[in-house]
């Protein structure tokens, strides 16, 4: 029988909560339905999210500042991370502007016999690189949104069911395109990857980072049924009744999830996205003080039996990826070998944001001088440093390597929501491991999903009105949204 409740009560949001919280849905449903239209890889897809991103927060701003003229400045404690991260799109401007000549010569360098390289700009494709600027202003806009309007548990809870949603129907249309309609496509003749699934991505690797992030994803939204208050009874739950129905299904949904991350057949997304959900779930047992040697010995253990029994039941495509990769892998260094080559040329400025594909043919040499073209790099570190140069391509990289400390940090200091601050550290390791051997986070709809999730893991918390109270700071109008 129960003895006596210790939920506390949920309070009414008024007007400005009331906003942010249709703000959250917007947002969710944004970085899911970027996914469809080939996960958002065009111009006239990424300018229209950027576009609506800069509507809502433009009303969001106006909106909030005519009732909280004073509330709580959640992006206080970002403003040097975001003024850094601004010099990315800042610098891609300045490539694209016709002052090449100004600078020494020095620092412009072409391959001997591409003086077509050597144009009025520091960027090959001008073009390109303002475009590419626009796409990193929207991934800012919608970082900062997330962090400001996850302030509740409850509207943090409707984004993530909303985010792994989206997630697990993108995995569900994967599996039935490519086993029961024929390995299709959504937008055309499939002329890759047969076989394998891609659901609506063109490229099985993005996929597969996708669905990895909804995999982490789980595990934070199981990790929030443990947090969650509950009535205290004489007996205590155990970890399955704690699942309750919406935990259950969380991890039914999982399952079908790993399936469809399976049927990619990609062998680094699959990797990075077990490591990732090994961290994210030895993160949390860590947090809750449940974590011991063995236990964590136990996950990884049980993880590497998952995974392979899934291979051994889905069939061997993977498998045999896995162990007949030699030359691919030659290719590969190949490619990588080039590429070091032509950071070595300008280490300073780069060749231009998203100017990688059409100023690595100047310098694309035997082996790699067939039919294929690499108008991407296969590895987002080189090609941020080929692009925008050593400094300010280092930019993205660190910051996000500093949001991990942070997250850690919300971890310590219990200011955050816990079980998302650990997805959002499972995330960075999946996407920081992707990217070493591919380019999944090119893809814009995995840098929406990304970005939502890290932004709900750096959130800061209400506080409750007593703790509010003993603050210092000019009170705020209304109530905390």
Known sequence: MARNVAQAPIRPEHGVGRLKT???????LLAVASAVPLASNRPSWWLLWTAVLGLLGAVHQIATFRVVTN??????PFAVYFLLAALVPVWAILQAQ?????????????????????????????????????????????????????????????????????IFLQAVWALVALKLLGDIAP?????????????????????????????????????????????????????FEKLGAEGRLVLVAMLIILLALLATQSRLG???????????????????GRLS?????????????????AVVFTGAGLSDRALFSEADSTTRFDLYHQILGMIALRPWTGFGFDGFGPAFEAFRAPPLNGAETFDLAHDSYLMLWSELGLVVGSLPPLLLAAAGVLLVR??????????????????LVLGALHSLGDFSLEMPANNYVLLVILG???????????????????????KPA
């Open 270 to 288: 699959t990797a990075a996205s077990m490591t990732g959900l090994a961290v994210t779930s030895l993160v949390l047992l860590g947090y809750h």
């Open 71 to 76: 509330g709580p400045a959640r992006l206080r």
């Open 98 to 166: 016709p002052f090449a000549g100004l600078l020494p010569q020095g620092l412009l360098a072409v391959p001997s016999g591409m003086a077509a390289l050597a144009g009025r700009a520091i960027s090959a494709v001008p073009d390109a690189s303002q475009l590419g600027a626009l796409r990193f202003v929207g991934y800012l806009i919608l970082l900062a949104l997330v962090i400001d309007v996850s302030s509740r548990r409850e509207r943090v809870g409707l984004i993530s069911r909303l985010l792994f949603l989206g």
């Open 187 to 239: 937008f055309g003749e499939k002329t890759a990857y047969l076989g394998m699934a891609t659901g609506t991505f063109v490229n099985r690797n993005s996929l597969a980072t996708f669905l990895g992030f909804g995999l982490i994803l789980g595990v934070s939204l199981i990790g929030r049924r443990f947090e969650a208050p509950e009535i205290r009874t004489s007996r205590p739950r155990g970890a």
């Open 410 to 427: 919300r971890l310590r200091r219990g200011d955050g929501f816990a079980a998302n601050a650990a997805g959002a550290i499972g995330v």
């Open 456 to 478: 709900m893991g750096l959130a800061l918390r209400n506080q409750s009105p007593n703790s509010q109270a003993a603050q210092p700071g000019p009170p705020s109008r209304t």
């Open 293 to 309: 040697v063995g236990l964590g010995l136990g996950i990884v253990l049980g993880g590497v039996i998952l995974i392979g029994g």
């Open 22 to 28: 249709r703000l959250a849905v917007a947002l969710a």
